[in-house]
């Protein structure tokens, strides 16, 4: 590449910062001009904790990746062509940013998007990039364009912009200026009245721009494929003052037209915020009018006002045309790049299936939703947890009493002791060493037919027994004889009919006080009549209590006989029993892990060692 | 977009020079007597006094601390006093109204030193251009400093000099007993330059008295605001930071408040100021860079002096915020009518958008539009749009369609039409 390009169709850059959007920005163009290698080599993520990672983008409609390197260092050693940085850093890390890419022997451009950089900071990256060859773009800018060839990161906008401005191939027109909101403007402006651009480059607006607006004029100069110049200078410092000298001592010679912006300063109150931060007048010869008359008095074509800058723009051109100056253009359709699926969404041009039906809860509005009510609701209204299984489980509002006795079974059911397999299954695993959540789960795997199954098993036996109409006797016989197990729910280690379970007692005293109807509940203690006349300890238990009276709640509440099925056959019962006893096992996970206790090894004396 | 370069009070630039400096120039002993007095202060006199305890053994100076200069001549210096005679001073000059050039404003600060005797008075300067920082100095300070500016020595500093090896002797001249002072009083100073990211500060006169003390007389400066965060530990504390003053005289209207306030509550940048109440042309622009070419465009066509605002928007703002600043022109530009009966303009214009999205900050301004369409009609207003910019079909149908509805002339015209064509159209109608 010859000196005077900083880009061209081969240019790759590294960008700074993870900035998605100007990559996918800069791959579009690179598509629609029919560049042959993506622009961007490499993205820096110095936040990321992996040496290398990989971002996906587009490239027409295939994906391709795009490496993400923790570090400069090792970005510029494996993408060692790649010698433009467009840094992204934050005002507070360009400075060091830029000065690694300027130190490095890789980069030669360095472009400074960011905003605000203390000018002490911008005045040391000019010191070495002068003292190293190497050039900067920035600070406080866009970036710029080779049309057709390379565009750094956001420059330009919109692909339609782009289209539009005709900077997917080069015109003719070299156009600088300190403005990078006014280059998509200037830009679309020359592509109307000259063949385009060929090269637009927006310096920024601040005091001590890395390279000036002369800078890239030269480079302009000395390109034979660039015809006329075009720059928008501005009020304030000293800089124009440069084209001037280069245009009287003959180092610029072709058409150059110009405009300095800030001629309304005079009218203006002193002191006025106007433009840029190096936009303001501290002599009159950094005014906009001195510096227009020096460039007219030099030979520049300079407008009386931007109103006629177009104008001047468009004479110029074509005088270079009759004389033949022009090379015509070998004009192509850009080709088109694929509508990105959200924005096609946004305008209803696509439609894509769902994978995943959920009717339950919604968390993409302002408050989440539990079944449509707001959790600012059930927050504010002090709602039950029994209020809010039903919203969850059920999807409805339930009444009083059943989030009563919801709440009822959750604290029956919250402990019943270390011995029991869930919970000191949870003891032990707490006691090697692991975590909560895998303590709990462990406790949770030994809830099954054995251990919490009764519940769930008296609900299914004495349901099947009431639908079928079977006479308690009858039940107790197809128990017996057909399933060949003892009927679940009934019987008790300790308890009997005359030392009765007191928290059946008072399961059934709030059943029998809150439930219009109980038909489960009255035909178990009709069977329960039966097997205590057997043998004393044949009582009903809590938990066929609880899953028989969880069948009477059901009977009581707005379900029809389909919805009662989907309850049963989606495990609630059990999911009462699991969301109960978690509390317990949490409570000996949170007991044993207070303590520090070591690891449980069963004694060899509780174990009996034969062949 | 802010300005990185900005003054700070004489006061605050002596506080932090002094603190500084003797941090490369050990000898500086400063005598640290500052004060300034305010109408509150003037109001609590015996509290003032048992502050700042000198004021009743010092000979005291007392001048205005508030951004200008020739004081002097403007008769607002006093010298040598005791203090009743400071008292007297302040009673009398401060709440005094002062035209300075052609503002006028309030005085409202005095900074308060003791008086220092001398015979001589030193110029020096420290500048700063893009390869250099630069110091000037003269032995003829004082306010005969710019009728002799010709006498004034400037030595460029390469940015990147290592300031201690730097060879000063040979390109100052010879100061005799005060050379072993002066030298490296210029280097400290210097260096608190750079350190502190001064962008400007000039010592104009500072003495030297009998037993080789230097004392700063009249300091100005500036900071490089952007540089806070680099200085926490001094003037950029967030939780403490240096003040910026505006101008004296320079009061921001409540319009002007209430966009500065937005300004500050968001990403985006909503810039206004008011020029001319009665101006009959007002402009709603997008983007720093354009507002600056509509505002030029507006006066090279010469109706400066019938300009309303200067002002931009860019950055995105939302629907919202561009509602209320659009409202907010709407109201002054429809206050009342032109008393000549003539039209008022409203320029809406602005350059192709990068990003802002033209359709979504326009729905704000037609929103204003309509709710105040009686109003526009009232004062005799016609309104010009030019925009271009994503989604700007849309946006500028929105236009087309609100004046249709509200009966409010409005002319639209695209990204085809030159970007301030608009205001050649409007101007030339009348």
């Not at chain 1, 003891?427 to 789960?441: E, F, H, V």
């Not at chain 1, 009858?474 to 128990?479: A, I, R, T, V």
């Not at chain 2, 630069?134 to 400093?145: A, R, T, W, Y």
């Not at chain 2, 100073?189 to 502190?196: E, G, I």
Request: with cysteine.
């Amino acid at each position: 590449m010859e000196s005077y390009k900083l880009f061209d169709k081969n240019t790759q850059a590294i960008i700074y910062g993870f900035q998605t959007r100007p990559v996918q920005r800069m791959l579009d163009f690179d598509f629609v001009c029919k560049r042959k290698k993506p622009s961007v080599a490499a993205i820096i993520r110095p936040t990321q904790t992996a040496a290398i990672g990989y971002h996906k983008v587009f490239w027409s409609n295939k994906e391709i990746v795009i490496p993400i390197y923790k570090t400069l260092s090792l970005a510029t050693k494996k993408h060692p062509k790649a010698d433009v940085m467009i840094n992204f850093s934050s005002f507070r890390s360009s400075y060091p940013t830029s000065k690694e890419a300027l130190e490095s022997d890789t980069i030669r451009t360095v472009v400074i998007i960011a905003e605000g950089i203390p000018e002490r900071l911008s005045r040391d990256l000019i010191r070495i990039a002068r003292e190293r060859g190497k050039f900067i773009i920035g600070p406080a800018t866009v970036g710029g364009i080779v049309a057709g060839n390379f565009k750094i990161g956001n420059t330009a906008g919109t692909l339609e912009n782009i289209i539009l401005s005709k900077l997917y191939r080069p015109g003719s027109v070299g156009f600088v200026s300190k403005s990078g909101g006014m280059s998509n403007e200037m830009n679309f402006m020359i592509s109307q009245c000259t063949n385009g651009i060929y090269e637009g480059i927006a310096i920024g607006g601040d005091r001590y721009p890395g390279s000036r607006l002369i800078d890239h004029l030269l480079r302009y100069e000395a390109n034979p494929e660039i015809k006329i110049l075009v720059v928008l200078g501005e009020i304030g410092g000293v800089d124009e003052y440069a084209i001037v000298e280069a245009m009287k001592n003959g180092s610029i010679k072709k058409p150059l037209v110009i405009w300095v912006t800030g001629t309304a300063a005079k009218i203006l109150p002193q002191g006025l915020q106007f433009g840029h931060a190096g936009a303001m007048a501290g002599s009159e010869k950094e005014t906009a009018d001195a510096k227009n008359q020096a460039l007219r008095e030099a030979g520049a074509i300079v407008p009386d006002s931007y109103e006629d800058l177009d104008k001047k723009i468009k004479e110029t051109f074509e005088k270079l045309k009759k004389e033949r100056k022009i090379v015509p253009i070998d004009e192509f359709e850009p080709p088109k790049v694929p509508m990105d699926f959200s924005e096609a969404q946004r305008l209803g041009l696509v439609r894509k299936p769902t994978n995943v039906i959920v009717t339950i809860s919604d968390d993409r509005g302002d408050v989440p939703t539990f079944a449509g009510v707001g959790l600012d609701k059930i927050i504010r209204e002090n709602k039950s947890i029994g209020y809010v299984i039903g919203l969850l489980w059920f999807k409805r509002e339930l009444p009083e009493f059943a989030q009563q006795f919801i709440e009822i079974v959750i604290k029956l059911t919250a402990d019943h002791g270390p011995a029991v397999s869930g919970a000191h299954n949870a003891i032990i695993t707490a006691r090697a060493g692991k975590d909560l959540m895998s303590s709990l789960a462990s406790g949770i795997l030994t809830i099954g037919p054995r251990f919490g199954g009764a519940i769930s098993n008296a609900a299914k036996y004495f349901r099947e027994a009431l639908q079928k109409g079977m006479k308690p006797l009858e039940f107790m016989g197809y128990m017996k004889d057909v399933v060949k197990i003892n009927i679940p729910g009934i019987g008790h280690r300790i308890k009997s009919v005359q030392n009765p379970d007191v928290r059946v007692q008072l399961l059934k005293e709030f059943v029998f006080k809150n439930f219009e109807k109980h038909p489960h509940l009255d035909y178990a203690l009709e069977v329960e009549k039966l097997t205590t006349s057997k043998r004393n300890n044949l009582i009903l238990n809590v938990d066929g209590c609880i899953g028989i009276t969880f069948l009477d709640l059901l009977e009581n509440l707005d379900f029809t006989k389909e919805e009662i099925e989907d309850v049963i056959f989606s495990e609630a019962l059990n999911g009462l029993f699991v969301l109960g006893r978690s509390i317990g096992m949490m409570g000996h996970v949170f007991d044993q892990k207070r303590q520090r206790a070591g690891l449980y090894r069963q004694p060899w004396d509780e174990i009996l060692f034969t062949d | 977009m802010d300005m990185a370069q900005k003054n700070i009070y004489e006061y605050d630039a002596k506080k932090l020079v002094a603190s500084q400096l003797p941090n490369y120039f050990p000898e500086f002993n400063y005598h640290g007597k500052l004060a300034v007095i305010t109408p509150e202060k003037l109001a609590n006199f015996d509290r003032f006094i048992a502050e700042n305890p000198w004021l009743k053994t010092d000979k005291l100076v007392a001048k205005p601390d508030q951004l200008f200069g020739k004081r002097g001549k403007a008769n607002l210096i006093l010298l040598d006093a005791n203090l009743e005679q400071l008292k007297k001073f302040a009673e009398e000059k401060l709440d005094q109204e002062l035209k300075i050039g052609n503002v006028k404003g309030v005085l409202n600060r005095l900074l308060i030193e003791p008086y220092t005797p001398h015979e001589t008075e030193y110029y020096i300067s420290i500048t700063s251009d893009r390869y250099n920082d630069l110091i000037h100095f003269s032995f003829e300070g004082g306010i005969f400093v710019e009728e002799n500016w010709d006498k004034v020595i400037h030595i460029p500093v390469p940015f990147g000099t290592n300031i201690e090896s730097f060879d000063f002797e040979t390109k100052l001249p010879n100061l005799g007993k005060f050379n072993d002072v002066l030298i490296p009083f210029i280097k400290g100073l210097f260096q608190v330059y750079c350190a502190q990211d001064f962008a400007f500060l000039e010592i104009n006169p500072f003495a030297i008295t009998e037993d080789k003390k230097i004392v700063p007389l009249d300091l100005k400066a500036r900071l490089d605001d952007t540089a806070a965060f680099l200085h926490i530990d001094t003037w950029g504390n967030p939780n403490n930071p240096i003040e910026f003053p505006i101008g004296i005289g320079q009061k921001m209207a409540k319009e002007e408040a209430l966009i500065k306030d937005l300004d500050e509550k968001t990403g985006a940048s909503l810039k206004f100021q008011i020029l001319n109440r009665d101006g009959r042309i007002w402009t709603m622009v997008a983007g720093g860079g354009a507002s600056v070419v509509y505002t030029d465009t507006i006066v090279d066509l010469g109706y400066g002096d019938e300009l309303g605002n200067y002002g931009e928007y860019s950055g995105n703002p939302s629907r919202e915020h561009t509602e209320i600043y659009a409202q907010n022109i709407i109201d002054l530009i429809s206050t009342s009518p032109d008393p000549q009966g003539r039209e008022k303009y409203l320029i809406i214009g602005g350059g192709i958008a990068n990003f802002t999205d033209v359709k979504a900050t326009f729905t704000g301004i037609v929103s204003a539009i309509r709710k105040s369409a009686d109003k526009l009609k009232n004062a005799n207003v016609k309104i010009f749009v030019r925009r271009g910019g994503p989604n700007e079909k849309q946006g500028l149908e929105l236009m087309k369609q609100v004046g249709k509805e509200t009966g409010v002339p409005i002319e639209v015209y695209d990204r085809y039409t030159h970007m301030t064509r608009v205001v050649s159209i409007a101007l030339n109608e009348n």
